[in-house]
């Protein structure tokens, strides 16, 4: 009987598999101790909170299928208006408003990349600019319906979370239940045909995966992700705007999740805290451009696949290799063929 390769998804135990989850729970707890109280800290903290959820949206769909979207604003704003509209204009609770704010993004982004999703890069970053321009001129055209250029006041603020200290906890619960769903898509079966389909997909279709099917679903659920920030901002804000979510947004989430380690499961939660916390200490909005644009420069030249990206790419290959010093572990004696459903032996 074969034993299971000690690389395999099904060898992992749950801490290895889940440690950057536990990370960010510690990370949590020693942050809501520190700003207990502090209505300053907290407002930044349900801030980056909600920049963190769409930069998870960004690492979904670039770090793991190399989609550059610059859509996800445009996502997060149909989350927000739609759960500002559902709540503002016919009194249903913030809960329905959540649903389609999943839902919403979700389905548009699913049909988008079914029809532009064999485009290249390019070509494709640009459709997704023309999409998000379109949705911002639907928003300034929708009268009263949308608010217009004037926009909706008034969304009511969520029952579970009356206050500051409980909207942190709630804004950072989801980033982490996203986190974990995260986790559990890429180290599946799916999430194996999801890289295996952005780096290689002729070996992706000879393995039998759809890969147009494949690339449309990691983007809608990178949509989906970006509803969820849209519904937290709306409800945090309380106001919605046409400038609220801008074509801007989408690129500053991308340039913090390209600072943080786009393909990391973490990286894109750690570009964001960075990149915020480095914002609110400088002098003038005006050289936020600047600073951040010098920043992601200098990620760049150093750690290519990001911040946490090179730090733990480093963890990882110490463990493999045993430790400083140690040999490579012999390979096992028996064959196996490679699927993108694990490892089989013969």
């Keep these: 009987m074969n034993r299971p390769h000690p690389t395999a998804p099904s060898a992992r135990t749950p801490f290895v598999k889940y440690r950057q989850a536990i990370i960010l729970v510690a990370l949590l707890a020693a942050g809501s101790v520190l700003s207990f109280g502090n209505s300053y800290w907290l407002d930044n903290s349900v801030t980056i909170a909600i920049y963190a959820l769409m930069a998870l949206s960004v690492g979904i769909s670039y770090g793991q299928a190399g989609?550059?979207?610059?859509?996800?604003?445009?996502?997060?704003?149909?989350?927000?208006?739609?759960?500002?509209?559902?709540?503002?204009?016919?009194?249903?609770?913030?809960?329905?408003?959540?649903?389609?704010?999943?839902?919403?993004?979700?389905?548009?982004?699913?049909v988008m990349a079914r029809a532009i999703g064999r485009l290249s890069p390019l070509p494709l970053a640009i459709a997704t600019f023309m999409l998000a321009d379109l949705i911002g001129l639907a928003i300034r055209e929708g009268g009263d319906f949308t608010g217009?250029?004037?926009?909706?006041?008034?969304?009511?603020?969520?029952?579970?979370?009356?206050?500051?200290?409980?909207?942190?906890?709630?804004?950072?619960?989801?980033?982490?239940?996203?986190?974990?769903?995260?986790?559990?898509?890429?180290?599946s079966s799916v999430g194996r045909a999801i890289n295996t389909a952005r780096?290689?997909?002729?070996r992706a279709k000879a393995d039998g995966v759809n890969v147009p099917q494949v690339i449309s679903l990691t983007f809608a659920v990178?949509?989906?992700?970006?509803g969820i920030a849209g519904w937290l901002y709306a409800h945090h804000v309380t106001y919605m705007g046409p400038d609220?979510?801008?074509?801007?947004?989408?690129?500053?989430?991308?340039?913090?999740?390209?600072v943080?380690?786009?393909?990391?499961?973490?990286?894109?939660?750690?570009?964001?805290?960075?990149?915020?916390?480095?914002?609110?200490?400088?002098?003038?909005?005006?050289?936020?451009?600047?600073?951040?644009?010098?920043?992601?420069?200098?990620?760049?030249?150093?750690?290519?696949?990001?911040l946490l990206g090179v730090a733990w790419n480093k963890i990882l290959r110490k463990k493999a290799v045993g430790g400083p010093g140690s040999k490579p572990a012999p390979a096992p004696a028996t064959k196996r063929t490679s699927t993108l459903l694990g490892e089989t032996s013969r």
Aim: some cysteine; aromatic content about 8%; glycine content about 12%.
């Design 260 to 306: 943080g380690g786009a393909r990391v499961f973490l990286g894109p939660v750690c570009g964001a805290a960075v990149l915020l916390i480095i914002g609110l200490y400088m002098p003038a909005a005006e050289s936020q451009g600047m600073i951040f644009g010098a920043i992601l420069v200098l990620v760049l030249l150093i750690a290519p696949q990001g």
């Design 222 to 226: 990178s949509g989906a992700v970006a």
């Design 67 to 110: 989609i550059l979207s610059m859509a996800t604003a445009a996502f997060a704003s149909i989350g927000a208006y739609g759960t500002a509209i559902l709540s503002t204009r016919y009194g249903l609770s913030p809960l329905v408003g959540l649903l389609f704010a999943i839902v919403a993004p979700m389905l548009l982004g699913y």
């Design 148 to 187: 217009g250029f004037v926009g909706l006041s008034g969304i009511p603020r969520l029952g579970i979370a009356p206050d500051a200290q409980a909207f942190h906890f709630v804004a950072w619960g989801a980033v982490l239940v996203v986190l974990v769903l995260y986790i559990n898509l890429m180290n």
């Design 244 to 258: 609220s979510m801008t074509t801007q947004l989408s690129m500053s989430v991308i340039l913090m999740a390209v």
């Design 199 to 202: 780096h290689d997909p002729l």
